[in-house]
């Protein structure tokens, strides 16, 4: 399957709202795991069959759901919390194109997590998808396993100010985990651009040339990733007050200069690429340039030497030299001046 876009052929001619999972399934079934929280209580369950909700309730709600394959579940949840099918329709497409979108009672913002896979060695996207309301956040992702590991360890321990703050600062929270994430999978790829340079300035190592474009071709992934991604955080900070507070729009300021950051460092390590090539392709022209002018040395310095052997090869009884005593030895003295003059020659031209 295509890693820009995915397959399809499988929601072609059905209607808008249709609920059609595209994508791969990667876990065999759903599993929903939820936290709540106030200053004072947390309380986590696996498995929540039950999803009343009341948005009159004290804390915040935080439901996760790894696995979206199973369309009549997720169809469940999106009933549960008044989500058009249109938002569920976009939360089933795994190539949906990052994007916030701001509902009646509820905000939907679709974007990407990027991981690096050891088996193939290349950089891998999972989508993730969040709606947040009135004191919930409802977070779907294609698998478990996510960068949330330190926003749950927050919440738990009660560090910072997540457990005092409503489920604005928690959308916050996941998004800027996100954004690091990106930040750390971009220096790791750049630790390993940079290391080429070595290589591309002596240009022997042939595999310079396959390193780069596998290099190019990961920018070019996360940079179809943290683009529109960016685009996601200034839309969060234009929104109405009834879903983004005062005080948490500081923190998406931060987050904005996060995304430019991430983005900047995409395309400093994508020209650092392209430096890169043209300096291999001047250092490999170089090479051969030197190689040529060794060659056009020797066959300039034997082309007299040459014509000498010609005339004195020829079957012809009356050359002169042919029949004298030390007409060898004379002939090879001629060659060696020949040889040394020109070489002299080739040194005050500075061509050696």
Same mark, same amino acid.
Request: with cysteine; aromatic share 12%.
């Given at each position: 399957?295509?890693?820009?876009?995915?397959?399809?052929?499988t929601?072609?001619?059905?209607?808008?709202?249709s609920?059609?999972?595209?994508?791969?399934?990667?876990?065999?079934?759903? /599993?929903?795991?939820? !936290?709540?929280?106030?200053?004072?209580n947390?309380r986590?369950?696996?498995?929540? !069959?039950?999803?009343?909700?009341n948005?009159?309730?004290?804390?915040?709600?935080?439901?996760?759901?790894?696995?979206?394959h199973?369309?009549?579940?997720?169809?469940?949840? *999106?009933?549960?919390?008044?989500?058009?099918?249109?938002?569920?329709?976009d939360?089933?497409?795994?190539?949906?194109?990052?994007?916030?979108?701001?509902?009646?009672?509820?905000?939907?913002?679709?974007?990407?997590?990027?991981?690096f896979?050891e088996?193939?060695?290349?950089?891998?996207?999972?989508?993730?998808?969040?709606?947040?309301?009135?004191?919930?956040?409802l977070t779907?992702?294609?698998?478990?396993?996510?960068?949330? *590991?330190s926003?749950?360890?927050r !919440?738990?321990k009660?560090?910072?100010?997540?457990r005092?703050m409503?489920e604005?600062?928690l959308? @916050?929270?996941?998004?800027?985990?996100?954004?690091?994430?990106?930040?750390?999978?971009?220096?790791?790829?750049?630790?390993?651009i940079?290391?080429l340079?070595?290589?591309v300035?002596?240009?022997d190592?042939?595999?310079?040339?396959?390193?780069i474009?596998?290099?190019?071709?990961?920018?070019?992934y996360?940079?179809?990733v943290?683009?529109?991604?960016?685009? !996601?955080?200034?839309?969060?900070?234009?929104?109405?007050?009834?879903?983004?507070?005062?005080?948490?729009?500081p923190?998406?300021?931060?987050?904005?200069?996060?995304?430019?950051q991430?983005?900047?460092?995409?395309?400093?390590?994508?020209?650092?690429?392209?430096?890169?090539?043209?300096?291999?392709?001047?250092?490999?022209?170089?090479?051969?340039?030197?190689?040529?002018?060794?060659l056009?040395v020797?066959?300039?310095?034997?082309?007299?030497?040459?014509?000498?052997?010609?005339?004195?090869?020829?079957n012809?009884?009356?050359?002169?030299e042919?029949?004298?005593? @030390?007409?060898?030895?004379?002939f090879?003295?001629?060659?060696?001046?020949?040889v040394?003059?020109?070489? /002299?020659?080739?040194?005050?031209?500075?061509w050696i």
């Amino acid at each position: 399957m295509a890693r820009f876009i995915k397959n399809m052929d499988t929601v072609l001619g059905n209607p808008p709202g249709s609920l059609v999972f595209l994508g791969k399934q990667r876990v065999e079934n759903i /599993k929903i795991s939820t !936290i709540e929280y106030d200053v004072e209580n947390v309380r986590e369950y696996i498995d929540d !069959i039950n999803l009343d909700f009341n948005s009159q309730q004290r804390g915040v709600k935080w439901i996760n759901v790894d696995g979206i394959h199973d369309t009549e579940e997720v169809s469940r949840i *999106g009933k549960a919390f008044n989500l058009s099918p249109l938002v569920l329709e976009d939360i089933l497409n795994t190539s949906q194109r990052p994007k916030l979108e701001e509902l009646d009672e509820s905000v939907f913002i679709s974007l990407k997590m990027l991981y690096f896979s050891e088996d193939k060695r290349t950089v891998t996207a999972e989508q993730m998808s969040m709606v947040f309301g009135n004191n919930f956040v409802l977070t779907f992702q294609e698998r478990p396993g996510d960068v949330f *590991g330190s926003v749950r360890l927050r !919440i738990r321990k009660g560090r910072g100010r997540i457990r005092k703050m409503g489920e604005d600062y928690l959308a @916050y929270s996941l998004l800027d985990a996100i954004f690091e994430n990106y930040i750390r999978m971009i220096e790791f790829i750049g630790e390993q651009i940079e290391s080429l340079e070595e290589h591309v300035l002596v240009a022997d190592d042939p595999d310079v040339l396959e390193k780069i474009s596998y290099y190019r071709r990961e920018l070019r992934y996360i940079r179809k990733v943290v683009r529109p991604a960016r685009e !996601i955080v200034s839309s969060f900070l234009r929104l109405d007050d009834d879903y983004v507070s005062d005080e948490i729009k500081p923190f998406l300021r931060d987050l904005a200069e996060l995304s430019d950051q991430a983005m900047e460092a995409v395309e400093v390590y994508r020209e650092m690429l392209s430096d890169y090539l043209g300096i291999y392709n001047s250092a490999v022209s170089n090479r051969l340039n030197e190689v040529m002018k060794v060659l056009t040395v020797f066959s300039t310095i034997f082309i007299p030497v040459t014509f000498l052997a010609g005339v004195y090869g020829m079957n012809f009884d009356f050359i002169p030299e042919l029949k004298l005593q @030390y007409a060898y030895p004379l002939f090879w003295v001629v060659v060696v001046c020949v040889v040394l003059v020109m070489l /002299k020659f080739y040194r005050n031209k500075k061509w050696i």
